[in-house]
Every structure is written in C-alpha cells, then in structure tokens.
C-alpha cells in the first residue's frame, strides 16, 4: 500500500473483527501508537490541502482582478483609414487585417504608388499611398509638323506653326493671301455680274470693279465675279478652303460636313466633341467616345469565359476575381483587361506613336509588351520605350473611314517565369477626313 495511516487503520478494522479469536493482533501500546500515528498523518494532509486551498483562493483573486482591468469592449484590431487620393477613387472599406483596398484614378490620370494595399497582421498597410498624377499626353508628340503641344486634363492641344491647321496640325493651309470679302449668303443669282463704275480720263474710259469681281464684257463695262473656288482649287499651295469651297458673288466661303464646326479664320474645319457637349446620345452604360467627324457609344464588357470570371473595377477596367485553389488555367488568364478608344484622323501621317502601355508598379524583373491579337494588328507594331513602358507604332497611314481593333499584352516575368498578364484591347476609330 502506498499510504502508511492506510495500512495502520485496516489492520485495525481487522482485529475488530477477529477480537474473539485473536492471537496474531497487536498490543493495545501498539494499537495505540499506530492511531496516534495515523492522527498525526492525518493532521498533516489537512495541512497541506488547506495550503493548497489557500494558494488556489489567491490565484483566483488575481485572475479576478485582471478580468476587471479589461476593457468593456475588445480593442478594435484594424488598420488605420486610408486616404482618397485626389483625382482618384479607393476600392474596399475594411480594415481588418487580411483584406485589401484598391485605387483607381480618373480618366487622365495615372496611378503612382501601390494600386493595392493590405491590411497587415501588425495593422499597418503593405505598399505606398498611391497618388493619381495627370497624364502628360504630350509625351507621345501628338502634334505633327512641328506644332507645340500643350498639356491638359485627358486631352492636348496644339498650336500650329504657319501653313498648318488642324487639332494635331496635319493640315495645311493656304500660304497665300487673297483679298476677298465675304458677302452675305442671300445674294441672289444676277448679282455674279453688275455693271462697271467706269468714268472717262482723259478721253479714255476706265471702268473698275468692286474686289472679288473682274472687268469683263466687250468694253469693259461689265463686272463678273471671280470664282475663288475654281482659280486656287488646285494651287500649288493648296486649297482654299479645307473641305469644301462655296462661290458667292464678290467673295466666296468654306463649308464643313456635319460634325465640324468652321474655325475663326474661315477656311478651316474644328470637330465637333459632341461627348463634352452633350450632343450624343451615350446611355448610362455607354462611354462616349469623340471622334473626328462624329461620335462612337461604346459598351465595356467583362470577359467571361470558362477558366476565368472578371469583375468590372472602373468603367474601363476589368479585374480577375480571384481563382479558385489550384486551377491553372484560371491562374493563366490576364489578371486585368483594360479597354481604351482613340480616335484618328485618315491618312494620317505614320510611324508614330499613337499609345503607350506601362506598370504602374512591378513585381517582377521584367516586362514584355506585344501586340497580341485583333484584326487590325497588320498596321502597328510593339516597341520598348525604357524598362517600364511599351509603345503601339502606327507603322502606315490608314484611310478612313474604319475603326481599328487589336489587343495588346503587358506580360510580368520573373527569372523568365510568367507572373502575370495585363491585357488592354484597343479601338481605334479613323475618320473618313483628314482633319
Ligand atoms: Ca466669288
Ligand atoms: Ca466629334
């Protein structure tokens, strides 16, 4: 038996029992000694377990006082709110750690910075607050004939040096100068010729003409107006009037086609953006895109296929959702699609750069840029402009009117393996003018 006061009290309890018969019990002296024994064992773990009791009393306060010391509510465990950058928007409320925000930038804008940022388990953000910068669009030497190029918000605009005209300066202008005036259009037909002021000078008569008629007639007496329009329709300087030249009597005017309004000076054609003026009729759902000569409604649609689901993140751009575990050909697909509409002249004058692709951040170290499909993609070409950035060569003037369409790929790579792809589908739309 492994307690001592045990094995005392049953040998006790034993020769209870046997009293009558007992030969083998021991004497009262040692019946004594063993239950005073047994008394003192017993007073010694009544000690002890009053010792423990005691110890487990006091832990119990401590944890007590602990319990009040807490907070009423447990301490939010999130991350600080992140700005809005300027000219920009942000994805994602939550704060909790694991989640993510993401940023965008209005259209003219570019992204610099951390497009998406995540809530650390130490409740601070991975990445850099991102900052929406304005695109400089005159990067891509928009304007042709050595124009000076002027930045603005999504947009540019040139100013000409003589001799041309034109949003980008493509066309040329008349270099000579005509003194005519322009008269009113409700001039009726006879009026193409008037009689002469003629007055006799010494005996001889001279007969002169308002400007924009000429002397005509068998003596001179007749004024004939001069058709502008056929005398410089083919000089070697060009033409008179951009698009089309009208003969009035005394003078003569230009005329635009639908869609361009005539410029100050008369002879030139400016587009019409009916996207600024609300002379489209886009939808809610539509973008409007200007072009020259007209407008476009166009729609962004998210591809949906079979290995990859996409979810729309601003009206132009379409983001993978996320794949589900271990599929590789969800994990194949482009990572984002973007979708962007320019608008040409025809004609125009070619190779130049019409689009730049580049990473607003990299993972990898490096990136690939191609032309990776459309129909159209027989008239551009890829070129790198530096690490970061891809340029679409227009590499032959393309005659209008048609609208362009190809794709272009952004691929990340690290150690030459595939990070991710950025795909950006482009339409073009060329008018059927030159200006
Ligand atoms: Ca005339
Ligand atoms: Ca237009």
Redesign the pocket.
């Known amino acids: 038996m492994k307690n001592p006061g045990h094995a005392v009290l049953l040998s006790v309890f034993l020769c209870q029992i046997y009293i009558t018969s007992a030969q083998d019990c021991p004497s009262k002296q040692e019946l004594q000694n063993s239950l005073h024994q047994a008394q003192k064992l017993l007073s010694a773990q009544e000690s002890s377990y009053l010792q423990s009791l005691r110890t487990l009393k006091k832990k119990l306060s401590l944890l007590q006082d602990s319990v009040v010391q807490l907070p009423a509510k447990p301490r939010n465990l999130t991350c600080p709110a992140l700005d809005t950058p300027a000219h920009g928007r942000k994805l994602g409320k939550v704060l909790f750690p694991g989640h993510e925000a993401h940023f965008l930038c209005d259209a003219g804008y570019e992204l610099l910075g951390s497009e998406t940022r995540q809530c650390r388990d130490s409740l601070s953000w991975s990445g850099q607050q991102p900052v929406c910068r304005e695109i400089d669009e005159c990067l891509s030497s928009p304007c042709a004939n050595a124009g000076t190029c002027t930045d603005e918000v999504n947009g540019f605009s040139c100013v000409c040096p003589k001799g041309w005209a034109g949003p980008a300066c493509q066309s040329p202008t008349p270099t000579f100068l005509v003194t005519v005036m322009n008269s009113p259009a409700v001039t009726a037909a006879p009026a193409f010729t008037r009689p002469a002021r003629c007055s006799a000078v010494q005996g001889t008569t001279v007969c002169s003409c308002e400007p924009?008629f000429s002397v005509s007639g068998r003596d001179s007496s007749v004024c004939t107006?001069?058709?502008?329009c056929k005398l410089f329709h083919n000089g070697p300087a060009g033409r008179l009037c951009l698009h089309t030249c009208v003969?009035?009597?005394?003078?003569?005017r230009c005329s635009c086609p639908a869609g361009y309004n005539l410029t100050r000076d008369g002879r030139n054609c400016k587009d019409i953006d009916e996207c600024s003026s609300r002379q489209n009729d886009c939808t809610r759902e539509q973008i409007c895109v200007n072009t020259y000569g007209g407008f476009q409604c166009v729609k962004v649609e998210c591809p949906n296929t079979r290995d990859a689901t996409y979810a729309k993140t601003s009206a132009v751009r379409c983001e993978r959702n996320p794949c589900p575990a271990g599929s590789r050909s969800c994990s194949q697909a482009p990572n984002s699609v973007s979708f962007h509409y320019l608008s040409l002249v025809s004609n125009l004058s070619a190779p130049r750069v019409v689009f730049r692709m580049s990473a607003s951040r990299m993972i990898g170290d490096s990136l690939r840029f191609a032309v990776s499909g459309g129909r159209s993609r027989r008239h551009f070409s890829m070129q790198r402009l530096d690490r970061q950035t891809g340029e679409l060569l227009l590499t032959g003037p393309v005659q209008g009117p048609q609208t362009l369409e190809l794709e272009l790929e952004m691929s990340e790579l690290e150690r030459r393996e595939l990070l991710g792809r950025y795909v950006t589908k482009l339409k073009i739309f060329v008018s059927q003018y030159e200006f």
């Open positions: 924009g107006d001069i058709d502008e003969n009035t009597a005394g003078g003569y």
